[in-house]
């Protein structure tokens, strides 16, 4: 498998925190080993690196996953005292890191920091033989932090500190390419403030923004903007919660994570029929709208390439704007807690995140919240 990332072309010229897109996304978790399997199993991403005790690393264990340009790092502790051990202990399963790709560490750190952001990790040099990765970090909403991390001058696999490591099962792609978004709930009222973080700090644009008109339902509603970088290849939604009758998903997703953090992650494929088809028949589950939702869809959204049965059998959710369509589909939460899951997203020309089908996609979450009792 390729395992080296090729670097996309032009960043906007005044732009003071150039982005190549996203690095990788850190997870922490209660058993990353554990954790792992599931990632390469029933996802499909390909074991390329690996840090712990046997690589000289004491404290923990650091998996590192890939899928087309798709990296996931998960990491466990050793100890209870440890970062990860009490993050854990908190927010159950979580994001911790949303790294983001950059020519310059250093210049990241200064720019960001200068303008306001609170640092947590000055930038350091990590070397071994195959050269050397510069690291610095700053917070964002909750306990996440947005790693820098600068590898022009390195060609292993992953970091320094990390060893090769191929995965032990056998791992079949299913097909994802790159991370479209990366969405974040925060508090109520507190989304206009880190929409001004990402403006101010970072030099991100307001894209788009839906209010509760756009987003409600019966119970539970939301607010969201979504910010972009120059180059537009990182795009970070944030939502919070709105007024409803009962309790917002958003809501619940902060009680049970005890802050805000990262909700979901959109994983872009070229073919979601053939991706979820595999996900689906290796566990991965969803959440489904009911078949009338297809009664009026067509209508909606008018022709598309795909097989239409195919789309309704495997309840991929579809919707239109100006420039074209999109497919898009949700997985259930991928821990116990009802906080973080996934989204598959097929763009054909359509550079919204599926507006219409928010109405059918909520009244479908709100069914699983009160099947937990939290409505
Ligand atoms: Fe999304």
Redesign the pocket.
């Known amino acids: 498998m390729e395992t080296t990332l090729e670097k996309p072309k032009a960043n906007v010229a005044e732009d003071f925190l150039p982005l190549n897109g996203t690095d990788h996304i850190e997870f922490y978790c209660g058993n990353a080993k554990q954790s792992a399997y599931y990632y390469q199993h029933a996802w499909g991403y390909e074991l390329v690196a690996y840090s712990g005790p046997e690589t000289g690393v004491r404290d923990r264990a650091s998996y590192v996953l890939q899928q087309g340009k798709i990296r996931m790092v998960l990491s466990s502790a050793m100890h209870p005292e440890h970062e990860i051990s009490k993050h854990v202990l908190l927010h159950g399963d979580g994001v911790k890191v949303l790294a983001l790709w950059v020519d310059d560490a250093r210049k990241s750190y200064d720019e960001t920091t200068k303008r306001g952001a609170q640092g947590v990790m000055e930038p350091t040099v990590y070397k071994d033989e195959d050269g050397e990765v510069v690291v610095s970090a700053i917070k964002t909403y909750g306990e996440t932090i947005h790693k820098f991390i600068e590898r022009r001058n390195y060609k292993g696999v992953f970091m320094p500190g990390y060893k090769v490591k191929k995965s032990g099962v056998e791992t079949k792609s299913v097909g994802i390419k790159h991370v479209?978004?990366c969405?974040g709930n925060v508090e109520l009222g507190k989304m206009n403030d880190w929409v001004k973080f990402y403006e101010d700090v970072m030099g991100f644009k307001l894209l788009l923004t839906f209010d509760d008109e756009d987003i409600s339902t019966e119970y539970s509603a939301l607010m969201s903007k979504v910010v972009s970088n120059g180059s537009g290849y990182v795009k970070f939604?944030i939502n919070e919660p709105a007024a409803g009758k009962k309790k917002s998903q958003i809501e619940e997703y902060i009680e049970f994570y005890h802050g805000p953090g990262c909700q979901?992650m959109?994983l872009a494929t070229d073919d979601i029929i053939a991706t979820v088809t595999e996900l689906r028949k290796r566990g991965v589950e969803f959440l489904n709208v009911p078949e009338v939702y297809y009664d009026e869809v067509w209508q909606r959204v008018g022709k598309i390439n795909e097989d239409v049965e195919k789309i309704k059998q495997l309840n991929i959710l579809v919707d239109r704007d100006d420039e074209g369509y999109l497919l898009?589909l949700?997985t259930k939460p991928v821990q116990d807690r009802p906080t973080v899951f996934f989204?598959i997203?097929q763009r054909c020309g359509a550079k919204s995140?599926?507006k219409g089908n928010f109405k059918a996609l909520f009244e479908a979450i709100e069914r699983e919240q009160d099947l937990r009792g939290n409505l």
Do not use: L, R, S, T
Request: glycine share 8%; hydrophobic share 40%; no cysteine.
């Open positions: 479209d978004h969405v939604p979901h959109a898009q949700f989204e997203i995140f599926g």
